[in-house]
């Protein structure tokens, strides 16, 4: 059977390279054959006496390949050829290829960096840029450079840069390529429906594949959910026809029908994740359907959460995908969008390392003794912002010193086969007597679906003890090995009956949550953050929550897992986090500062009310800050845009602030408010000034205009058209020379006897002399009692009315 597979063109030349050197990159299209074929041929290379590691990202696609390569050598697996994944393990003395999954050959080499008994590495589908793929080869290439020089390292895919990869394991690795077999591949574009259900378009083309084409049909969804809803619409119109899942959640032997032919030889449709984009070979499958969307795990640093995000399926991906279709023959692919559009999806999904929670890695790093990433060989350096929250992190669990080094609690916690959080929780388990309560409530956290899918994981956990299936007799023996481990790391340990919610808790103090309401639906996190609950969950009931997973960014998160903790629990067993404090704060409402005592667990208050002895610096400070905000309120009015104008910076609004300390507190101090005459608040600005800042401010930017008539208007120095005054017109008769403030012309707004407004202008000479013509005559109508003469500038200024003026002047009055 191995020699129909294309990579045997090019298996000589991958041979060659890994005698003569220690590294390759073998870039080979799907159904090439390189995850089942080039282990077995480096078996009789003289340099390969060990073990040859095979890295999956997937343990179905571990079984698969060890399942295959067994076959191929007419073997049973658990000989030759064996697996190891988390939760299913089939290997023996005998065994010389392991195919494991990325995160087991990361504890591997943290455990033995020498890797002894191994021959040869073989990283599978490493474009798919997982965060364990990336560690683990960075860890190889470190191991290989300077304890084992004859360690083999060959990373293989389909679609990866692989001159990239090459550069990063040397300039003299040698990158080999191989064709592969290029069966015809149709692709139909269906266009997208942004109306529809993403599930409901697929189940659609599905219908529409079943009629015009031949063959099995894989469908590509980004989740479980999808999944079911397409299944249960297919089911009613295929009812006669194998409707298969293929998914993380799917038991092993349900997963291997998926990706066997039907047993009677049934046409059957097979409903995927990304799980089936690589190495898997599903048989007798030419058409595929794609949904174009994938849902990817992304780690929202603000919150300290992952979350499961859905995003449109990269280019690469798309590719992989529609490959499934042409793997065995002839294939056809059904894409749910327009052809337009394809070179606007990214050319290739986010490498995890970029978008993931590197707590684990920065654990695993300081473990191996490195607490700088960059003294690694990375593809893609790792965000620094990524790195300092993932040491903030560590260091609260004790994992990590101050120097970011790890801790004996880091070594007990890096040695459990998870990460850091869920390490930490089984060890806090493993302290009071209860570590398999704590490890299978971290398992349900990782294992969706399994006890059922509420979001109560205490009422998972019950319905998985009752639970002899396949899957959870699996779990079960996972949960004890890790509590084995754990119990093994401590001593003295309590005999107690607590709540296994507890456990999560110290782990992740931040997530204890309370209930805002009586619904259930709105909780507050310890941390700060806002949740919703969905109100008829039987967790809506809860007054206290520790939240295990939630889906959703920024406010509201929704709550996806999460278990109870009574008020007892918060008192008795995490009193240690519960502190108590005087909270001095500004009320907005009363205008005042307040000072409260409260007990609060994080951003949670338990109690509060008002302390009768506060600290006086605290609440001046308050003042101070509120005070600072309102500036522009509290001075006299315009006295800053006075100093600005007169270039005095001394009371410019960044120096007030820096000086605040000096010139508000001795107002302020004794005081719980900000109410005092703006005079009050002058004088203690102008306070900071010199005799002669002081005159300037007077004399460059003086506070009134006086009039001819002798009437005093305040000058705006703050408007759009600073300096600015509003003056009536009559009060102005008699002068021709417009009004300055330095060199700066005043703008004038002259208005009419009643105060309503005529003509702005910065040269009132040329007012008189040009519009005024027309001022006049209209106000002559509009108020006949007071004088409009042609010739203002000639008369004198009053703002008596004709008659009035008359009589003052008669009787010697202006």
């Not at 295929?238 to 291997?256: A, E, F, K, M, N």
């Not at 605040?660 to 302020?668: F, R």
Request: aromatic share 4%.
């Amino acid at each position: 059977m191995t020699a129909e597979l294309p990579i045997n063109a090019v298996l000589p030349d991958l041979l060659s390279a890994l005698r003569e050197g220690s590294s390759a990159v073998l870039v080979a299209p799907p159904g090439a054959g390189k995850t089942t074929a080039v282990a077995p041929a480096l078996l009789g290379e003289e340099w390969c006496s060990g073990q040859i590691i095979i890295t999956s990202p997937r343990r179905v696609a571990a079984r698969a390949a060890a399942e295959r390569m067994a076959q191929m050598l007419g073997e049973r697996v658990g000989e030759r050829v064996g697996y190891l994944t988390r939760m299913d393990s089939k290997t023996s003395k005998a065994t010389r290829i392991l195919v494991v999954t990325e995160a087991i050959l990361v504890n591997r080499l943290l455990e033995d960096q020498e890797l002894e008994g191994v021959s040869a590495l073989l990283f599978d589908e490493a474009h798919e840029r997982h965060l364990d793929s990336d560690l683990g080869l960075a860890l190889a290439l470190e191991t290989q450079g300077v304890l084992r020089e004859d360690l083999r390292i060959c990373v293989m895919s389909a679609t990866i840069d692989g001159a990239r990869f090459g550069r990063l394991m040397g300039e003299s690795t040698p990158v080999i390529e191989s064709e592969g077999k290029a069966y015809p591949l149709q692709i139909r574009w269906l266009g997208a429906s942004p109306e529809r259900r993403l599930e409901d378009a697929v189940a659609s083309a599905v219908l529409q594949a079943w009629r015009e084409e031949e063959g099995d049909i894989l469908a590509f969804l980004p989740g479980v959910r999808e999944i079911e809803r397409t299944r249960e619409t297919l089911q009613a119109r295929l009812s006669d026809t194998p409707i298969l899942p293929l998914h993380g959640q799917v038991q092993p032997q349900d997963q291997r029908a998926a990706i066997r032919s039907d047993p009677d030889g049934r046409r059957r449709i097979v409903l995927a994740t990304s799980i089936a984009e690589t190495s898997l070979t599903l048989e007798g499958v030419s058409i595929v359907v794609d949904g174009g969307m994938s849902r990817r795990a992304e780690f929202d640093r603000a919150a300290g959460t992952t979350h499961l995000v859905t995003h449109r399926a990269s280019r690469a991906a798309s590719a992989q995908r529609a490959g499934r279709a042409a793997r065995l023959g002839p294939g056809v692919a059904f894409r749910l969008w327009e052809e337009a559009a394809h070179a606007g999806r990214p050319e290739f999904d986010t490498p995890e390392m970029l978008s993931a929670d590197l707590a684990p890695l920065v654990l695993n790093l300081a473990k191996w003794g490195v607490t700088d990433p960059a003294n690694l060989q990375f593809l893609d350096t790792p965000p620094e912002a990524s790195i300092a929250s993932a040491r903030h992190r560590l260091a609260k669990l004790g994992a990590l010193d101050a120097k970011g080094a790890i801790t004996p609690q880091g070594h007990q916690i890096a040695s459990l086969p998870m990460d850091p959080v869920a390490g930490a929780a089984v060890l806090f388990g493993a302290e009071a007597g209860q570590a398999l309560d704590a490890a299978k409530l971290v398992l349900l956290q990782q294992e969706r679906g399994l006890g059922g899918r509420s979001e109560d994981l205490l009422q998972r956990l019950h319905r998985w003890n009752g639970d002899r299936g396949g899957k959870a007799e699996a779990s079960r023996k996972l949960a004890q090995r890790w509590a084995h481990a754990a119990q093994r790391l401590v001593t003295g340990a309590d005999a107690g009956d607590r709540n296994p919610a507890l456990f999560l808790a110290f782990a992740q103090p931040d997530n204890i949550a309370r209930a805002r309401g009586g619904s259930g639906e709105h909780w507050l996190s310890a941390g700060g953050r806002g949740y919703q609950l969905d109100p008829a969950s039987p967790l809506a009931r809860a007054e206290w929550l520790v939240i295990a997973d939630a889906q959703g960014q920024l406010k509201g998160a929704r709550i996806v897992a999460a278990a109870e903790l009574s008020p007892q629990d918060i008192e008795r067993h995490l009193g240690h986090l519960i502190e108590t404090r005087t909270v001095a704060r500004w009320n907005e409402a009363d205008a005042r500062v307040e000072a409260r005592r409260e007990r609060r667990l994080g951003a949670i208050t338990l109690t509060s009310g008002p302390d009768p002895d506060p600290d006086p610096q605290a609440l001046l400070d308050i003042l101070v800050e509120k005070a600072v905000e309102k500036l522009g309120e509290l001075l006299p009015s315009g006295l800053l845009a006075r100093a600005r104008f007169a270039g005095v910076d001394a009371l410019g609004p960044e120096t007030l602030a820096a000086k605040a300390q000096d010139w508000l507190e001795p107002l302020l101090t004794g005081r719980r408010d900000l109410a005092l005459a703006p005079s009050r608040y002058g004088e203690a600005a102008l306070n900071l000034l010199s005799w002669d800042e002081r005159q300037q401010i007077d004399t460059r930017a003086p506070r009134n205009f006086t009039s001819p008539a002798g009437t005093s208007h305040a000058i705006d120095y703050a408007g759009e058209h600073a300096p600015s005054v509003e003056v009536r017109v009559q009060a102005l008769f008699g002068l021709d020379q417009h009004p300055m403030i330095g060199s700066t012309p005043l703008l004038i707004h002259l208005t009419s006897p009643a105060g309503r407004p005529i003509q702005a202008t910065r040269d009132l000479s040329g007012f008189w002399r040009g519009s005024w013509a027309d001022v006049c005559k209209d106000m002559k109508g509009r108020y006949p009692r007071h004088r409009w003469p042609e010739e203002p500038w000639t008369e004198k200024p009053s703002l008596k009315t004709k008659n009035a003026f008359k009589n003052a002047f008669k009787n010697g009055g202006g």
